[in-house]
């Protein structure tokens, strides 16, 4: 199908309105006013940011697992734009952890305070499934999970190594975060273990064979029957095999 051209003829747009053109250079006018007055203001981003930096550079970085997070400032804030670097600081009192304020000023000019969230997120150990009181720990026991380490007030294990062969003090749900409260060493004195008894009062070091009555880690008090005397003393775990007497 062929398309003639020949009678098509080309439309003229009619010129806008006096009125017209008056509320449109009232408008542009009003934008550029208005970027002009952003332009005169501090970005509440850059505040954020400056509170964000600070903290991790007293903190270390993000190389040991610190996160900072500035909350959100109210958008109402008209603060003039600094014509200097910002500058952060610690409040008095508070401490770089968990929910706290970080001071951002303006140089003889405005000061404010920004929330915020700071977390230290490192790998620990937990539980991998639900144990009984008195179980010792093994590998297949264990599972790292990645918590805020600045919440664990009763500590944390973070190396699977120094806590296998411990024992549970209480039984325990899968995913509980193991800490020094809930798992203790394992004995190196067993009940009925033959032991050294050793004792060094008045400066004259003694030994003598023994036989441990109850089980013992480094540093607890327990029974022990001196064989050669036939008598029960109590002594403090040493070492394995070793028991000091008093």
Not at 91 to 104: F, I, P, Q
């Amino acid at each position: 199908m062929k398309m003639s051209f020949t009678n098509m003829t080309a439309t003229k747009r009619a010129p806008l309105p006096p009125f017209c053109r008056s509320i449109l250079a009232g408008l542009l006018l009003l934008i550029a006013a208005t970027g002009a007055a952003d332009n005169s203001r501090q970005a509440l981003d850059d505040i954020r940011a400056t509170a964000e930096a600070f903290v991790l550079a007293r903190l270390g970085g993000n190389a040991n697992g610190t996160t900072a997070s500035a909350g959100q400032l109210d958008p109402r804030l008209r603060l003039a734009r600094c014509q200097q670097a910002l500058v952060a600081f610690a409040v008095a009192g508070d401490r770089l952890k968990g929910n706290t304020s970080v001071g951002v000023q303006c140089p003889g000019s405005w000061r404010l305070y920004v929330p915020v969230k700071v977390e230290t997120l490192r790998p620990v150990l937990a539980l991998r499934h639900s144990l009984d009181r008195g179980k010792i720990l093994g590998p297949d026991d264990l599972e790292f999970v990645t918590v805020d380490t600045d919440r664990l007030v009763r500590g944390y294990y973070a190396d699977m190594a120094s806590v296998t062969g411990h024992t549970l003090k209480r039984s325990a749900a899968g995913g509980t975060i193991l800490t020094h409260t809930l798992v203790q060493e394992p004995p190196v004195i067993q009940r009925g273990q033959r032991v050294s008894l050793v004792s060094s009062g008045s400066g004259i070091a003694v030994q003598a064979p023994g036989e441990a009555l109850a089980d013992a880690r480094i540093g607890d008090r327990l029974h022990v029957r001196n064989l050669s005397s036939g008598k029960t003393v109590q002594g403090i775990a040493r070492s394995s095999g070793t028991v000091e007497v008093y």
